[in-house]
């Protein structure tokens, strides 16, 4: 256990150096090693230099689902469907990017997109619904459920992000 540790360490302190010195030497250099140039001794990869077209971003996936039922560990899965949202929206999700632009928009706070912001009238019965999103969100940790009374509750306030 403790060779791969210190192999993975070795490795880093390569990439690094990789970085700063070139030639077998270690002579300092003001750019980046010349393709396939030694250093300290170990030959360099080549074509493993950044092109700047590389872009650091906070992971955003999600998994989302809509269950019959109160419960969601419990009830009957209906649907299931992937939402990534960075670097571009993606996933299984229908409309990818309306779900990604509605929770963008509302910093995903999932209660305000099921809140119902129509006028819809539904009946009173009490068959629920229930929508799930488990997942990441800009680099932290989501889980959220959310109970509608019945079918018609749901479709008034799902928004983009739970119609699937």
Not at 17 to 28: D, I, K, V
Not at 69 to 84: E, N, Q
Not at 95 to 100: K, S
């Amino acid at each position: 256990m403790r060779s791969i540790a210190r192999a993975a360490a070795c490795g880093a302190v390569l990439a690094l150096s990789s970085l700063s010195f070139t030639g077998a030497a270690g002579a300092a250099s003001t750019g980046a090693p010349a393709e396939g140039a030694a250093i300290g001794g170990v030959p360099a990869p080549g074509g493993t230099s950044p092109t700047g077209a590389e872009t650091l971003y906070a992971p955003s996936a999600l998994v989302l689902t809509v269950t019959d039922g109160a419960d969601h560990k419990t009830g009957t899965v209906r649907r299931a469907v992937t939402l990534s949202c960075a670097p571009t929206p993606s996933g299984s999700h229908p409309d990818a990017v309306a779900a990604c632009s509605e929770l963008k928009k509302n910093s995903a706070k999932f209660d305000s997109i099921t809140a119902s912001g129509t006028n819809r009238v539904c009946t009173k019965e009490w068959e629920p619904v229930t929508v799930t999103a488990d997942g990441v969100w800009e680099g932290k940790r989501v889980e959220y459920v959310h109970t509608f009374s019945n079918s018609c509750a749901m479709d008034g306030g799902r928004g983009a992000v739970f119609t699937f």
